[in-house]
C-alpha cells in the first residue's frame, strides 16, 4: 500500500520536528536518568579518590542516586588499588582552614575544681 504525498510530507515533517527536540533543549526520560547515573558515579569516584568514606559522601551529596555514587566510589577504589594510588587530600579545605579566623588567645589555665577565683578578697 503506497501512502499518500500529503500524508508522507506530514510524516516526514513531524520527524524532523522529533529530531530537533535536542536542539530545543528538550531532554528525554533516559537522556536525564543517564544524566544523573554519571553524575553519581563521577562524584562517587570523586570522593573515593579524596580519600572520603562512602557514608560521608552520602551524606554531603544527599540528593545523588546512591547506588550510582557507589559504583563511581566502588569503581575509583579498584582502581586505585590496582595501580596503587593513594588517596589526594582536599586542597581547598585545608586553604580555607588557615584562612579562618584565629583562634583568641589561651588565657591562664583554668582554676582547679574547689579554687577559689582569684578577684576574691576576705
Known amino acids: 500500500m503506497r501512502l499518500p504525498t500529503s500524508f508522507r510530507t506530514v510524516l516526514l515533517a513531524a520527524a524532523g520536528l ?4 535536542d536542539m530545543l533543549g528538550i531532554e528525554s526520560a533516559e537522556k536525564i536518568a543517564a544524566a544523573r547515573e554519571a553524575d553519581g558515579k563521577a562524584i562517587g569516584g570523586a570522593c573515593r579518590h579524596a580519600g572520603r568514606a562512602i557514608e560521608d ?5 544527599k540528593k545523588s542516586d546512591r547506588a550510582a555514587v557507589f559504583a563511581g ?5 579498584d582502581y586505585m588499588r590496582e595501580n596503587k594510588i593513594e588517596p589526594v587530600a582536599p ?3 585545608a586553604q580555607a582552614a588557615q584562612a579562618g579566623p584565629a583562634a583568641p588567645p589561651k ?3 583554668p582554676p582547679a575544681p574547689g579554687a577559689k577565683p582569684a578577684t576574691e578578697t576576705h
Open 57 to 61: 559522601c552520602y551524606a554531603i551529596y
Open 73 to 77: 566510589w566502588r569503581d575509583m577504589n
Open 18 to 21: 522529533l529530531a530537533g527536540c
Open 91 to 93: 586542597q581547598l579545605a
Open 107 to 109: 588565657s591562664a589555665a
